[in-house]
């Protein structure tokens, strides 16, 4: 069974590009969810997809979007990147009948913003 | 608000001995989970172990078990018979119910290195 796939993997972006990051979660997820990684700040949620309609948000700016399609597969845009986007970020997908917050993470999209 | 709390930055262990992570946490909601997970230097997050609030038994999974102390609010990650691939970063994390949904709050890592 394949696991959560994330590309790209690595990317490297200039201060006011715009970026978009692709997930696809494993075989019957419904639930996908985004975090950001830092050194700084660690682990935050940026939201969280179920069935297309984004069900959580936490506090980031608008310029951090996402979205889902009707086969679950996400993706996460940052729009006028700034030096402080630059994080390891994480999605995640769930069965919504198993565990709560039991979440199935991938690899990761490492993204450099210069 | 909901907060977790690893006071261990880094930690090392020798190969075949158990170790302890430590976990705080804080919430008002009497309906929570707590997890833990493993990050390998490849990036991905791995689950170990879950516990629920409402748990009668501390939870095990193999070589992993959570000592869960509710009145102390802590949830301590030990790892039995520490092996050379235990080497990685661990994170607590916690569920509560107040918001639906797959949202977790992690705490800030303990880097864990093994050692032969």
């Known amino acids: 069974k394949a696991g959560v796939t994330q590309t790209p993997r690595y990317l490297i972006k200039t201060r006011g590009q715009q970026v978009t990051l692709s997930c696809s979660p494993i075989s019957g997820h419904r639930s996908v969810s985004w975090y950001q990684q830092t050194p700084g700040q660690g682990l935050q949620f940026l939201f969280e997809y179920f069935s297309e309609t984004q069900r959580n948000k936490g506090n980031f700016p608008g310029r951090f979007s996402g979205r889902q399609f009707s086969n679950s597969r996400s993706e996460m845009n940052v729009s006028t990147l700034e030096l402080g986007d630059s994080a390891l970020y994480l999605c995640?997908?769930?069965?919504?009948?198993?565990?709560?917050?039991?979440?199935?993470f991938g690899e990761g999209s490492r993204l450099t913003v210069l | 608000a909901q907060k977790i709390t690893q006071t261990q930055p880094g930690m090392f262990v020798q190969e075949k001995e158990a170790v302890t992570l430590d976990c705080t946490y804080d919430t008002s909601d009497p309906s929570y989970g707590l997890f833990w997970y493993k990050q390998p230097s490849s990036g991905e997050m791995i689950f170990l172990i879950y516990q629920g609030s409402y748990d009668q038994q501390n939870a095990t999974e193999g070589r992993y078990s959570l000592n869960f102390q509710k009145a102390r609010k802590s949830a301590n990650l030990v790892i039995s018979a520490s092996q050379l691939g235990d080497s990685a970063m661990y994170f607590c994390?916690?569920?509560?119910?107040?918001?639906?949904?797959?949202?977790?709050?992690f705490g800030a890592g303990t880097i864990l290195r093994v050692k032969s």
């Open positions: 994390a916690m569920r509560t119910n107040m918001e639906y949904g797959n949202k977790l709050v």
């Open positions: 995640a997908s769930s069965l919504v009948d198993t565990r709560p917050g039991e979440l199935f």
